[in-house]
């Protein structure tokens, strides 16, 4: 699978993850505006992934002149939960008095960074995992989607699956569809497919029965923010799931890269939630689901306490929280 951000004549390229699984294909976007739409519409998505996909669109900018500080403060401010994409865009600009080319240049070995430090950090989650869990081969339970598509290359939680996967350590994968835009059943389950490794989608409210049933060694997932104090945001529904999994004693590991880890904030009250259109619950495919003018709580990430967490681990290994003050 070529990586899902890139760079080519000009243009960042993505794997449209809108379209999957249906159809695969790519979009060149060659200006701030139709990043920050891809981005909003989350064709592109995924903590690391629109890292990346910040940093390339500073270079866009650069490229194109005029106010780029406020072209780049306009993709920063596309997604407000995920730390990353701030982080890429914060990245990019300290390379911008150097112009256009350094920008670029800067971008483009982002792309290979990604790819190493997940592959490091998946590593690393894949020992943790093998030590907390007795049984062999594994169990695993996965939400959203934290794999190649979700990166520039390999993957954060899904990574350790194909670490133990290449081992032979994987029995099977419980796939959570990933209400409400089923980043699980489409995405997931295609990567898992393409793959070759044997894997279930469940409904999201089945994880916690399937844990009862004793059908899960261990929760992965990845993460959209990590404060100070080991909290995490992530896709919603993971609070949810960590509940579950410390009440049947079900390891709950998070992996993500040590960018995703915001030090300036003490906790997860303090991390902004980002709320999405009501149409995303109230329709499918443009048909209605709900009774016309429903009202619609639709936040599309969660926080998870650190204490329900068995660990978070980056390229850097398992990370130590620091107490809040």
Not at 105 to 130: C, I, K, P, Q, Y
Not at 149 to 156: D, I, N
Not at 216 to 228: E, M, S, T, Y
Not at 237 to 256: E, K, R, S
Request: hydrophobic share 50%; proline share 5%; glycine share 10%.
């Amino acid at each position: 699978m070529r990586r899902t951000v890139d760079w080519a004549d000009g243009a960042v390229v993505i794997i449209d993850q809108v379209a999957l699984p249906g159809e695969y294909r790519t979009c060149a976007l060659r200006t701030v505006d139709e990043l920050v739409d891809a981005i909003r519409r989350l064709a592109v998505r995924g903590a690391p992934a629109l890292g990346a996909a910040g940093a390339l669109g500073v270079a866009l900018a650069a490229f194109a002149g005029g106010d780029v500080r406020g072209a780049a403060e306009k993709i920063a401010a596309a997604r407000p939960t995920a730390v990353n994409l701030r982080w890429g865009v914060t990245r990019a600009l300290g390379r911008l008095d150097d112009g256009p080319e350094a920008v670029l240049a800067l971008g483009l070995a982002m792309l290979d960074e990604d790819e190493r430090l997940n592959r490091t950090a998946s590593g690393h989650a894949a020992e943790v995992v093998l030590r907390e869990c007795a049984r062999r081969p594994l169990r695993l339970l996965t939400h959203c989607n934290t794999g190649h598509l979700a990166t520039v290359a390999w993957g954060t939680a899904l990574g350790v699956v194909w670490h133990l996967h290449e081992r032979g350590l994987v029995e099977s994968v419980l796939v959570d569809e990933t209400r409400p835009l089923l980043q699980g059943a489409r995405l997931t389950a295609w990567e898992l497919a393409q793959a070759g490794v044997p894997h279930r989608v469940q409904a999201d409210g089945a994880a916690a029965f399937a844990m009862a049933r004793g059908l899960v060694d261990c929760v992965l997932v990845g993460a959209d923010r990590i404060a100070a104090n080991g909290d995490v945001a992530n896709k919603i529904g993971t609070y949810g799931l960590a509940i579950a999994a410390a009440h049947h004693g079900v390891p709950f590991v998070v992996v993500a890269p040590e960018s995703t880890v915001d030090t300036a904030i003490a906790t997860g009250a303090d991390i902004v939630i980002e709320e999405r259109s009501p149409a995303e619950l109230t329709e499918f495919h443009g048909s209605p689901t709900a009774p016309a003018g429903t009202d619609v709580f639709n936040p599309a990430f969660d926080v998870t306490p650190a204490a329900l967490i068995t660990a978070v681990v980056t390229e850097n290994g398992v990370r130590t929280p620091q107490p809040t003050p």
